[in-house]
Each structure stands twice: as structure tokens, then as C-alpha cells.
Nanobody, 126 residues
Framework: QVQLVESGGGLVQAGGSLRLSCAAS????????MGWFRQAPGKEREFVAA????????YYGDSVKGRFTISRDNAKNTMYLQMNSLKPDDTAVYYC???????????????????WGQGTQVTVSS
């Protein structure tokens, strides 16, 4: 059974930082590209960031470029999202996702998102 479990969310003041983690099990983690989406109340789901299977390629949504950094540790089957300079607009539930295609080719997902996590709440106060 495949599981993606996010952690690290919470309440933080504007300008602060958080680090999200996504622990994967039940799949060959290194074969998948991985990414983060977020969804705020009343808004559509928004792409945040993605990373290729071999860590050589990353891709970010425009709203987080320069503030967020995605990474992964294939030995630990875990992906991370370091979020700095947080803004109230970053408030959302953050979801990790696994794409069957391990590459990033100009956008993401490249293939199909096969698995989703349950989400972790991030709240940024002004």
C-alpha cells in the first residue's frame, strides 16, 4: 500500500520559515518525480514545486520562486519543502504528490500524478 505522509505544517508569522516533509512508503521512491501542491479555502489547487527522480531538475510556481526550495533524499524516501519569507497568501493545505514520470520537462506533472498525500495545514499570520 502506497502512502505519502506530510508533516511540518503549522502556524507561523509572516516572514518566518517552515520545512515540510513528505515521507513515502510502498513505492519505488527514486523512480518518481515528486512535487507539492497547495489549496487555500475557496481557491483552486495551485502547483508549488517539483523535483525530478535524480534531483537534477526542479521546477517552481511563480508565486514561490526565490522563497521556497524543494529537495529530496532518495535514501530516506523523503521529500522536503523549505519555505522562507512566508506570506499570509501562502496559507493553505499543502499536499505532496508522486508522478509516474521521473523527469521534469518544462512543467509538472510530466506524466500522471499517481499518489497524493493527505495534506498538512500551513497558516501564516500577518
Amino acid at each position: 500500500q502506497v502512502q505519502l505522509v506530510e508533516s511540518g505544517g503549522g502556524l507561523v508569522q509572516a516572514g518566518g520559515s517552515l520545512r515540510l516533509s513528505c515521507a513515502a512508503s510502498g513505492l519505488t521512491f527514486r523512480a518518481y518525480s515528486m512535487g507539492w501542491f497547495r489549496q487555500a479555502p475557496g481557491k483552486e489547487r495551485e502547483f508549488v514545486a517539483a523535483i525530478s527522480w535524480d534531483i537534477e531538475s526542479t521546477y517552481y510556481g511563480d508565486s514561490v520562486k526565490g522563497r521556497f526550495t524543494i529537495s529530496r533524499d532518495n535514501a530516506k524516501n523523503t521529500m522536503y519543502l523549505q519555505m522562507n519569507s512566508l506570506k499570509p497568501d501562502d496559507t493553505a493545505v499543502y499536499y505532496c504528490a508522486a508522478d509516474t514520470d521521473g523527469r521534469i520537462l518544462g512543467s509538472w506533472p510530466t506524466g500522471t500524478v499517481a499518489y497524493w498525500g493527505q495534506g498538512t495545514q500551513v497558516t501564516v499570520s500577518s
